[in-house]
Structures are given as C-alpha cells and as structure tokens.
C-alpha cells in the first residue's frame, strides 16, 4: 500500500525567502507526482503535475523535482511572497494516475 | 465554464439518516473521483470512476454508494450516516487522453457533520 508523507509538517518563513517542501512516497512504482495547494476552506487546486518519465516541472516562481529511484519530491518554491501562504499538498498517482495518495500536506506562512 | 460544482456546501445530518452529496463537471471530463478530508489530513479515495456506467471503490468505500448514469454527474450516497463519516468531501474530474491522466480538478467540497 502506497504510502506518502510531507516533511514539515508547518513551516513559517519571512517574505522574500526562497523554501523547499518534501515528499516521500514508499512505492516507486508510481505513474504520476503532484502537488496541489489548498487554501483555507477551499478546494485543491492543482500546482505541478510531473509524469513518471520526467525529473521536474516548472511553473512560474514554482519548481517540482522527482526522484523515483529514492521515492521523493520536492517543491521549491523562490522568493516567497504571503500570497503563498496556503497547505501544500502531495500526491502519488498509481493505475494510470488516476488514483491519487495524498500525503497530509505542509502548513506554510509567509511573513510579512 | 463552472468547473467541478458541488452542492450543499454544509449539511448536519442526524445518526441513521441518508443524504446525497451532488457532483457535476462541465469540462467533459471522463474521470470523476469523491474524498473525504478529515482535520489536519490529506484526501482519501472514496470511489471513481472513469466513464458513465463504471465505478470503483477507493480506500475508504465503506457507509457509501455511488452511480454514474451521465458524464458531468456523479452523485455520493450516504446511507445510515455515522460520526465517523464527519468530514469535508471533495468532488474532483480529470480528462485521460492516448492512456494520459491529466490533473485533477476539485470543487469547493461539502462539510458534513453527522450529530
């Protein structure tokens, strides 16, 4: 059974730092790595989708890396602002990605 | 173009009573997916399905039912609601093209609080 975890579990960071998130996953035999944010009382939206053949994604200030090899991921993320201040959450896409693991997200704050 | 709507966005249920969460997507999407979100976790599978008329359980089918008679809809039922079954739940559509899942998109969820 797929299994994900994020490290931290909350992080706090002054505006203007640039951050990692972590991602680990027990099963390497995954079709798919996203991450999502979510807001307060909101939905999912989705950040970063990376297919298994690929090592990373880029988005805007936003870069996913994946290593299968070692069953992680990371999301960094450069010159925070507080916008993006929200729950980040990752998940592992098994049968052809459509059925996702999610880990149970990392609380960031951006200070202003 | 809406996206993934759901409705009610809150609902108190009594123990015992049944009750059904609505779902419906605009974008043509073949794939539909329900979670449940408890405090302080991540998003577990209830039930997808990848096309009107197929479904199939995720890792937390149990006290619910599912149908998919249209692409956009795709309904929850709760029969004999729980405590335990006091969560947020989450609707979410994905296309799948030439053997690709593509993102997930979710709607806003629904609280329920089973009292």
């Known amino acids: 059974k797929q299994e994900v975890t994020q490290i931290p579990a909350a992080l706090s960071v002054p505006e203007g730092e640039n951050l990692v998130l972590n991602c680990s996953f027990t099963?390497?035999?995954?079709?798919?790595l996203q991450w999502f944010r979510q807001d307060p009382g909101k939905g999912l939206t989705s950040l970063l989708l990376?297919?298994?053949?690929?090592r990373e994604q880029t988005s805007g200030r936003l870069n996913a890396s994946l290593d299968k090899s070692s069953g992680r991921s990371t999301l960094y993320i450069a010159a925070s602002q507080p916008g993006d201040s929200a729950t980040y959450l990752c998940?592992?896409?098994?049968?052809?990605?459509?059925?996702?693991?999610f880990g149970e997200g990392t609380q960031l704050t951006v200070n202003p | 173009n809406a996206g993934v709507t759901q409705t009610p966005k809150f609902r108190i249920l009594k123990i015992g009573q049944s009750m059904t969460l609505q779902c419906t997507q605009d974008?043509?999407?073949?794939?539909m997916y329900w979670y449940r979100q408890d405090p302080g976790m991540g998003l577990k599978l209830i039930y997808y399905?990848?096309?009107?008329?197929?479904?199939d359980k995720g890792e937390v089918p149990n006290g619910y039912n599912v149908s998919r008679s249209t692409t956009e809809d795709f309904p929850l039922r709760l029969e004999l609601a729980a405590p335990s079954q006091t969560s947020v739940y989450f609707c979410?559509?994905?296309?799948?093209?030439?053997?690709?899942?593509?993102?997930?998109?979710f709607g806003p969820g629904t609280r329920l609080l089973v009292l």
């Open positions: 979410a559509s994905s296309g799948h093209r030439a053997g690709v899942t593509e993102t997930q998109y």
């Open positions: 099963d390497s035999a995954i079709y798919n």
């Open positions: 990376i297919q298994s053949s690929q």
């Open positions: 998940a592992a896409g098994e049968t052809s990605g459509s059925r996702l693991t």
């Open positions: 974008m043509n999407h073949n794939y």
């Open positions: 399905s990848v096309g009107a008329g197929i479904t």
